[in-house]
């Protein structure tokens, strides 16, 4: 459990770190819980939604796309089922937020599905969850059943005419079980192969070749709170563009790593490290910053950020100016992904954090395509190698080429997530890979490496 | 997937010029029409689009609209503005719509490619020297054109089984497999035999069966053909023959009336290996196992190599004159063959009029296998119906010539191909008849024979087979025949030639042609032999469309082509 700061402002996490609430049902409707889903239900399925679209809310999932007018691109021409899945299977490294929703409150992931299931006329729900979250499976069947039995979900809603049954559905063990149409093929029983789009977009060739929406465990906990507020007044909280909260997890070096919410935009980076999470250990200085799960180009701290906003206001940031919000990190040249913000200090090994990093995504690459199933592995072993004494001068070139080789020209946008660290760790700390060489070649002193 | 009429053509600029192209083909189909490959792999004109391998990266643009007014917005100088996508798309799943742009040539796509075969190369054993895909491998010749000459990987290679028994007749080496996912595609789409898979991940990504398992079906060879590389190999062809000194003719598979286009490889006039050619008519890619293996009947132990007559080898000269002695006034039932060519089916009706025979012809059926091994078990059955040797649909057995023979009813038999016991012939009933024995090799007809005469197998002539959707289709010569050999049709024109006082009976392929277009009423008549040879002909067989056809399922299969339209 993060002890809470008191900056923050929770509405997802609102009551999960209250020792006097528990997942169970009786907890929730002792806080208005299905309220919202009553609400719903009251208005047309094409109002819900189009509160969601003013809301502005954006996926949490990493992509950061607006929920709304994703619900948009539904192809509802076709007369076949609709089909919603919640995407549960939070495996990006730094990430640790989707969990605590569900092991915490799961009734009101429950609440947001089925509102979003009402709204675009799903025909059937699925929590796809991430399969060593054996005991997040257990809590929501159990919520599920308790949902069922209050009429909020399942059979005639409500006593209403629209049912959709939902279900928990468990992942295979793999990271690429989260981009949405290896979840889908997953979900079909496959392997996790992701699909070319086009042309199976989900929104129109998803799950058993239907329309199908997968929105994140927190963007679908958001739906619940648009209908509560309406869509204007959640559009309120944050900055324009970049609504809502953010459930933003900070790990590696710094004294209260934890899951914080706050408005978007509601502090930097700086802030976020230094006050939030009581700065780094002593005695430390900060070397670098990732700032959106291990996919995201990672930060160097002493880096000068500058440019212009979409809306055109000129930003000249230090890594600790960054706002905390969809936009900032990506100004920065990085993104919020799915706020992981991973902290490095000074006692960081460059070479060996990428060396990890590659080795991530050389396990879990699907192997479908070519440059990323061979350029991951490729990478890996060249890190890895580096990290084993045989590093050699030309190794940086010779990674960012290869991460450059797969960017852009994969199936899926696991390839960028493979090379983008790759290409910034490369770019940034150039040195640090030059000196791992120069260590190597008086570590490999060929006299202490005689045999005797 | 959602694929627009094919028949209407749009304009697309491809690498800067302006070019027509059926409407909705992919990017990859599009390019080659005019000229430009655009390399790939795991696209296959005939199996779904995978996406996977992206060596096919192109790039692509289409005409910019205005979000509001939805009208196009123009350059400056009043053409189209194009917005091109900022990514490289795979040409394999571009489907080209009117206004399209295209550039199958730039740096962009070259350093793609460039780098698409490097990836591919770093963990490939390179053991061309001893892989038998060498001379016609996809790697080796993009290799060729986009590989960088040297290598950046200094790591170590993956290591993978180098030889999985996968079937009966198809033997794996994944070091060498590119993922591409071609024969998992072929075996769930075409030979409905879902047994190939992918385990383990990422570079390590093994193909395999699936547990208890065989890829053993009579399509299992297409996968090696369709491989682009040399994982999947032939059982029967590995380590034989480097292909670059294999001869290749064109031909057409006997096993069934399926008529599936093959081409014969054979070095020094040994076959050593039979592929299908693609004919989006009658079998796209694809033919069966069994077909593959008709080749070695040609140097089979009961292949007939020399003429003979009462068990003594003699001249065919002679062989021929004692068969003219046997028949000549003598009342003669002539057993056809549904093997025999348009060709020989021409002359043995000839040589049945001028001598008053009666024809006889046994069909052969079997199991439908619904895909390319059809029910009618013989190659030219329709050809016989063509030529006017039977007008009635044959039984699967000689009974009635049996009956007759019973009955007294000829003093002499002419069989071409077939064995008489085996299709139901009483062997007292051929005592007292004389045999004559036209074929390939012996059987119970030969062991009954007072004259045999050898014949050429498939292989060793040319000629015509009509299959079972009336297509008339030529094949060639692939190898010489046994020394001293003639063709059945050299042979029965000798034969016509003595019985029978009519002159000009030609034994030249393109002559019998001149005999056929002279049928009258007949749907050949209009024919030439150089068209037949040509291309795919389409005859009507509307005339015998009131006939019970053992062909089903199999008489309507659907080539991809058809079944798109
Ligand atoms: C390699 C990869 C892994 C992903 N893993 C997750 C994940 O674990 N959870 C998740 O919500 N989205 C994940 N995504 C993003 C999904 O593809 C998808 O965009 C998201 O679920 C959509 O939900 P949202 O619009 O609510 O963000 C992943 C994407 C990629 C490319
Ligand atoms: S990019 Fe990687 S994970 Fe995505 S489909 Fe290709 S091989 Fe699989
Ligand atoms: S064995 Fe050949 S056809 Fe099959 S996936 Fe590998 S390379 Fe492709
Ligand atoms: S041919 Fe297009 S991706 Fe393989």
């Known amino acids: ?452 | 997937m959602i694929s627009p009429s094919k028949d209407e053509l749009v304009t697309i600029t491809l690498n800067g010029v302006e070019v027509e192209v059926p409407n909705g083909i992919n990017a990859v189909e599009a390019a080659a029409l005019h000229g430009h490959e655009v390399p790939h792999y795991c696209y296959h004109p005939k199996l779904s689009v995978a996406g996977n391998c992206r060596m096919c990266l192109v790039e692509m643009g289409t005409p910019m609209r205005d979000r509001a007014t939805g009208e196009a917005i123009l350059e400056e100088d009043g053409r189209a503005k194009i917005g091109w996508v900022p990514k490289p798309v795979i040409g394999c799943a571009t489907n080209v719509s009117e206004g399209m742009h295209l550039r199958t040539e730039s740096d962009l796509v070259n350093e793609c490619r460039e780098g698409i075969m490097e990836f591919l190369l770093v963990n490939h054993p390179l053991d061309c020297p001893i892989c038998d895909q060498a001379g016609e491998c996809r790697l080796q010749e993009f290799a060729t054109d986009y590989g960088r000459g040297y290598s950046r990987y200094v790591e170590r290679k993956n290591v993978k089984p180098k030889r999985t028994r996968l079937g009966p007749r198809v033997t794996l080496d994944d070091e060498r497999c590119i993922l591409c996912s071609r024969c998992i595609r072929f075996s769930q789409e075409v030979a409905k035999d879902d047994v190939l898979g992918f385990v383990d991940r990422g570079s390590f990504s093994t193909l395999t069966c699936f547990p208890g398992k065989e890829l053993s079906n009579n399509y299992s060879l297409n996968t090696v053909d369709i491989c682009p590389v040399g994982a999947l190999t032939s059982t029967d062809f590995r380590f034989k023959m480097r292909v670059w000194f294999l001869k290749e003719t064109n031909s057409i598979c006997s096993e069934s009336s399926a008529g599936c286009n093959t081409t014969v490889s054979s070095r020094e006039g040994i076959i050593q290996r039979i592929t299908p050619r693609r004919n989006d008519l009658v079998n796209d890619t694809w033919m069966t196992d069994s077909g593959r293996e008709l080749y070695k009947s040609v140097r089979a132990e009961n292949r007939i190599l020399r003429p003979s007559a009462g068990g003594k080898d003699l001249p065919l000269k002679d062989a021929i004159s004692q068969v003219v002695d046997s028949l000549s006034g003598k009342r003669i039932a002539v057993v056809a063959s549904c093997h025999s060519t348009v060709e020989e089916q021409v002359l043995t009706k000839r040589l049945i009029d001028s001598t008053n025979a009666r024809t006889f012809l046994r069909g052969h059926f079997g199991e439908d296998d619904g895909i390319l091994l059809s029910a009618d078990r013989s190659p030219n059955l329709r050809g016989a119906l063509v030529t006017g040797l039977i007008d009635q649909y044959p039984e699967d057995n000689l009974n009635s010539l049996n009956d007759a023979l019973s009955r007294g009813e000829f003093d002499a038999v002419f069989v071409m191909n077939e064995d008489l016991v085996a299709s139901g012939i009483n062997e007292e009933n051929l005592q007292n008849v004389t045999v004559v024995y036209l074929g390939t090799h012996s059987n119970s007809s030969s062991k009954h024979a007072d004259v045999i005469l050898p014949g050429l197998s498939v292989f060793e002539k040319g000629g015509s087979f009509i299959n079972r959707s009336f297509i008339i289709q030529a094949f060639d010569k692939s190898v010489p025949g046994p020394a001293g050999l003639q063709s059945q049709v050299t042979v029965l024109a000798e034969i016509i030639k003595h019985l029978s006082e009519e002159d000009g009976t030609p034994s030249e392929l393109d002559d019998i042609w001149g005999l056929v277009n002279n049928l009258e009423g007949s749907v050949l008549s209009s024919l030439l032999y150089s068209e037949v040879k040509k291309a795919v002909v389409q005859l009507d067989g509307s005339a015998w469309s009131h006939l019970n056809f053992v062909e089903q399922s199999a008489l309507h299969y659907p080539p991809a082509m058809l079944a798109a339209k």
């Not at chain 1, 799950?207 to 739906?223: G, K, R, S």
């Open chain 1, 1 to 452: 459990m993060s002890e809470q700061s008191p900056k923050e402002r929770r509405i997802i996490l609102k009551h999960t770190d209250d020792p006097a609430y528990s997942n169970r049902i009786s907890s929730y409707l002792g806080v208005g819980g299905y309220e919202n889903l009553k609400k719903a239900f009251g208005m047309k399925p094409e109002e819900v939604a189009e509160e969601v679209l003013k809301s502005g809310v954006r996926g949490r999932g990493g992509a950061g796309f607006p929920a709304g007018m994703k619900w948009k691109f539904l192809d509802r021409k076709s007369g076949k089922p609709i089909y919603l899945i919640c995407n549960a299977d939070e495996s990006e490294p730094g990430t640790f937020k989707d969990r605590q929703i569900m092991y915490k409150d799961p009734h009101q992931l429950i609440e947001g599905m089925m509102i979003a299931a009402y709204a675009i006329g799903a025909k059937q729900a699925f929590i796809y969850i991430r399969a060593e979250f054996h005991e997040g499976a257990r809590i929501l069947n159990r919520a599920i059943d308790e949902a069922k039995a209050g009429g909020y979900c399942g059979e005639n809603i409500l006593g209403s005419e629209y049912s959709c049954d939902l279900v928990v559905h468990r992942g295979a063990g793999a990271y690429i079980c989260g981009e949405e149409t290896g979840l889908i093929e997953s979900l079909e029983g496959k392997r996790p192969n992701p699909r070319i789009k086009p042309p199976y977009f989900p929104a129109v060739l998803g799950l058993y070749q239907c329309p199908t929406i997968v929105n994140n465990v927190e963007t679908l906990c958001n739906v619940r709170h648009i209908v509560e507020m309406g869509g204007e007044e959640f559009s309120k909280i944050g900055k324009p563009n970049n609504t809502g909260t953010r459930i933003w997890c900070v790990s590696g070096q710094v004294m209260k790593p934890g899951y914080y919410e706050f408005e978007c935009g509601a502090l930097t980076l700086g802030q976020m490290i230094f006050d939030v999470c009581g700065g780094l250990r002593p005695g430390r200085t900060l070397k670098a910053v990732i700032p959106g799960g291990s996919s995201a180009k990672v930060l160097r701290a002493d880096e000068r950020f500058s440019g212009s906003l979409k809306d055109g206001t000129a930003f000249d940031w230090g890594l600790e100016d960054i706002p905390l919000d969809f936009d900032g990190p990506m100004a920065a040249g990085s993104m919020s992904g799915s706020g992981g913000i991973i902290v490095m200090d000074d006692t960081v090994d460059i070479v060996e954090a990428m060396a990890n990093i590659n080795a991530f995504y050389a396990h879990e690459s699907c192997g479908q395509c070519t440059p990323c199933r061979e350029g991951s592995l490729w990478m890996r072993k060249i890190t890895q190698r580096m990290c084993s004494g045989g590093a050699r001068e030309e190794d940086a070139d010779l990674l960012l080429s290869v991460a450059n080789q797969i960017e852009g020209r994969t199936i899926c946008a696991f390839g960028e997530a493979a090379a983008w660290p790759t290409q910034s760790f490369v770019t940034k700390f150039k040195d640090d890979f030059i000196k791992k060489a120069t260590d190597s070649q008086e570590e490999r002193n060929p006299k202490s490496l005689q045999l005797i």
